[in-house]
């Protein structure tokens, strides 16, 4: 009852540890901060002194003196230095709580799943040492089965794939075994891990595998960057993709690629989407939901290659913010199609947010029947 009474009373929060960015949403407010995941150092004596933390770090990358350097905490989707990405999410916590509810947070933060223990036990004790009265990791591909997993209802296999900026992450799941009403709360349990529970009186989603690969739209990008051939740039990212993909179970499991749809989750995905609706100006409400088939999708990449660089930079579906990694993020999307066609792609602008939410509301025991 107390630690209900204590939920009710702080601003509980969930944090996205991205490679270009980081989110944080504090229940009943939504995203209240996206900031770079950037911070900017001085080395005293030895030791690192942090400066500066998120926007106010990003505009000192390549303009510091020699004692102070801008980095990256986080690099290919794991954590490159965990001692300043500590510092990092402790600035972004106090940043948000700032004492401004009765009792300390409970917080939940999406961890790369390549993060070691060492890692791991570093960024849960830097949210402790934060003010946060509970904390609780979650790998991203559990937090974008679990947001973007919700509108299933096919007696089918589905494949989450949430494309990052470092790294991509692709969780197959099969439902079939699960009552289609029951459905949505199987993918919620999914915040306790990808085994299930023997010992649950409920039905559980199982997860055929699951993968990280090291490579997103920056990293994929940085790879071919010598590459000046528009065209030839894009088929060689997308195969190179694809070659990556060899230790994920389905790819060598014909039987498995048949009957199953695609969840995209990321902003590749919500792009080629709003590109297909041809939409001048975002607009989630048509977007999230929508179904694409593999065609669709295949012709909004040629329209993309058609455009050329100078052309998608000036496209308002594209956006300027996006106009840079758009292609890096198609062939990744290309390559999963090529070899998983599919005519039911839905597009879910929930993701990693919402598996956050969902998994600090089962956490909590506020969802109907309890904490799963």
């Known amino acids: 009852m107390f630690s209900r009474l204590l939920g009710m009373l702080s601003a509980d929060m969930a944090i996205d540890l991205g490679t270009a960015n980081t989110l944080v949403y504090v229940k009943g407010r939504g ?27 990003k505009m000192m990358l390549g303009r510091t003196p020699g ?13 490159a230095d965990f001692e300043v990405a500590e510092e990092m999410i402790k600035h972004f916590i106090r940043k948000v709580h700032n004492r401004r509810s009765f009792a300390s947070p409970q917080v939940i933060v999406c961890v790369p799943s390549g993060s070691t223990a060492v890692e791991r036990r570093a ?7 934060a003010g946060a009265r509970r904390v609780f990791l979650i790998e991203e591909p559990m937090a974008a089965a679990i947001g973007a997993g919700l509108p299933v209802t096919e007696p089918t296999g ?18 079939t075994r699960v009552p289609r009403l029951d459905r949505p709360k199987a993918i919620m349990r999914l915040h306790a891990g990808f085994k299930p529970d023997d010992n649950s009186p409920f039905p559980a989603a199982r997860v055929v595998d699951w993968i990280s690969v090291p490579l997103g739209v920056a990293t994929l990008r940085e790879q071919f960057d010598d590459v000046k051939n528009d065209a030839a740039r894009f088929a060689l990212m997308s195969w190179f993709f694809e070659e990556n993909l060899a230790d994920f179970a389905p790819y060598a499991n014909e039987q498995d690629k048949e009957g199953f749809q695609i969840i995209g989750t990321s902003g590749t995905v919500t792009t080629v989407a709003a590109s297909h609706l041809g939409l001048r100006r975002y607009d989630r409400n048509r977007v999230d939901g929508l179904r694409m088939t593999s065609d669709q999708i295949d012709k909004v990449i040629r329209d993309y290659l058609t455009l050329g660089p100078e052309g998608r930079r000036n496209d308002p579906r594209i956006g300027r913010d996006r106009q840079t990694l758009i292609m890096s993020g198609a062939a990744i999307l290309q390559a999963l199609l090529r070899i998983w066609p599919t005519d039911r792609l839905s597009v879910a602008d929930r993701g990693l947010r919402e598996g956050l939410l969902y998994a600090q509301m089962s956490a909590d025991g506020v969802l109907e029947d309890g904490a799963y």
């Open 158 to 175: 589905s494949m989450v794939v949430d494309i990052g900026g470092g790294s991509t992450e692709l969780v197959w799941i099969d439902l």
């Open 67 to 79: 004692n102070i350097q801008a980095i990256r905490p986080l690099r290919d989707g794991a954590i």
């Open 123 to 129: 960024i849960q004790e830097s949210a402790e040492s």
């Open 31 to 57: 995203i209240v901060l996206n900031e770079p995941s950037v911070v900017a150092i001085a080395h005293v004596k030895g030791r690192k002194q942090v400066l500066a933390v998120g926007d106010e770090a």
